[in-house]
């Protein structure tokens, strides 16, 4: 697949995942580094998201489970959290994950995890 | 609840995911430390994962994704392998769910949660 | 014990240590979640802040340091914090774990944990 | 204070703290580097260790939790084991600190600190 | 070397590498803590970064690096990334630095990395 | 850019940071996930390392500071060690860049940072 065709492929699966939240999460990255927008696009998108062998919904469980757990990335998990309401999450679903992660990730993590996902909760329903 | 209905609700889950193995993973808590198993049977498992609202194979993709990205926990990533195996993942499912870990933690987490799940399927097809 | 004495146990225990503030921290996890706030209660101060063993000026040590070296989980740690100082830590005691952690965690994170009890401190002498 | 004063206070401190472990711990790192060796010897426990405001105590109850927490420094934890019950810790303080770090960091830190205590406390049964 | 001298020494440095902005970092870290002021002073500047083998350009390079991958200490980045480009290196490299740790720490690190960076040239280029 | 010539070109980066290692790790990564491996190749190497900007010295020494400074990532750290000493850093800049972590990321992040670096270069001294 040319580089073309990878961005285009990831491109259509970002817009799949993020609906009309896409334009605005392309220009913050854009504003970053048009370089990163790519990579992301193309490799995480494009090459991995496009990957067969999980739903979009279970891959966007995974993904607010890794990033609640770590508690260093609190813009990237709410872009995940509409992500993972975007592609068939009921709210209570994404509330189970993150308090899942008491268990591994401890309460603290849990507790700003959940924190979160009532502010997302919150826009969506304005 | 009383504190032995939590603690038997836990078990029946424990069993539930783990089969044959919980023995082995009981008498290694057991081992440790006699009060972390209550927690870990009462809590983790009567408690939270006993819990409506998500499948037992969509809480140990979320687990599996989250021990992964952290790094730090090998012996648990490889027993909840076996559980996301023993609830209805196929080895493909964890794999996927261990390399999306790439794009969040990075490559060292995904090529070592990679390597533990190796271990874990040789182990099972023994 | 049934689930509503651990109940009644951790929060006589949660008010034990944060006094006057629990009230607001308890309506802060309530907000986020209400089963969350309840695990906390029962299991983190019910279960095991109420062990034998050490003295709850030890456990609010252990439990700054932790969240120090951590550094995710400031408003957690700014809450403890408080603990601290509520249970018997001097503003200096405070000081000298979170300076500590610059040996384990590194400077940058010594740095952040002390910048927080000088704000917890400011906080408390108004 | 001169450097080598440094040095030595921090000699006795080290020596205070880990008895006759303290020649095996001092080899090892000198293996490693003689320069960090250094550097622990003179920053960590002259300067850092021999601060006034908590006891020897309290410091290895802050160190224990932290590095149980943080769940990257296994050989370290090992040896504050041994510093927290030769400055008086009995080994169920030990126990209870880590356990609680369950609350902070997730059960797998516990377990893994757990572990490892299990470990020094068998090896200095011997 | 006596203690003042490892000061003086460690200021020079650290004037060497922020320039103008010594003074507000100094300042800032002498509200936060005289002590840990000191020991940054001393024993950060005084005597590691004044340790012949790496040129200051490489040790900025290696701490950029660590702090974006990190990700739990965006204030420590910020000023190290001023440190960097005051001492040779240019934005691209310090884009190109941040950006790798994609690879190493996942695509979050270096999306919150790359925006501490912005956020630097920005205020520099006023 | 194709997907094969991405291959192509990252496979000549691997190359030229790992000469006879090259194979070994390629290997490594096979056996764990052929996937993972061309990931790794195109994206890591093709992608990320052939960018300009940056000399591989450069970017090794970021890479090892990162891998110290995690703490979860030994076997990668390892590797990265060996590509640093073989695209130009000396035994000795390779140990400054690992023992500044120590002000970042805390001593222990360094010492078992050290303890691999002291492993390479062993295994190279045969």
Not at 110 to 117: P, W
């Given at each position: 697949m040319s580089q073309s065709a990878r961005y285009?492929?990831?491109?259509a699966k970002f817009l799949e995942i993020y609906g009309e939240q896409a334009k605005r999460f392309l220009a913050s990255m854009e504003e970053v580094s048009p370089d990163l927008k790519c990579y992301v696009v193309e490799f995480a998108f494009g090459d991995v998201h496009c990957r067969p062998g999980l739903s979009l919904k279970?891959?966007?469980i995974a993904t607010v489970a890794a990033l609640t757990a770590m508690g260093t990335a609190v813009p990237q998990l709410r872009a995940h959290i509409h992500g993972a309401l975007n592609v068939g999450c009921s709210q209570q679903e994404v509330v189970e994950v993150i308090l899942q992660m008491a268990l591994y990730a401890g309460f603290p993590a849990?507790?700003?995890?959940?924190?979160?996902?009532r502010e997302v909760f919150l826009e969506r329903s304005k």
């Open positions: 285009e492929h990831g491109l279970e891959r966007e849990a507790i700003n995890g959940l924190r979160a996902a």
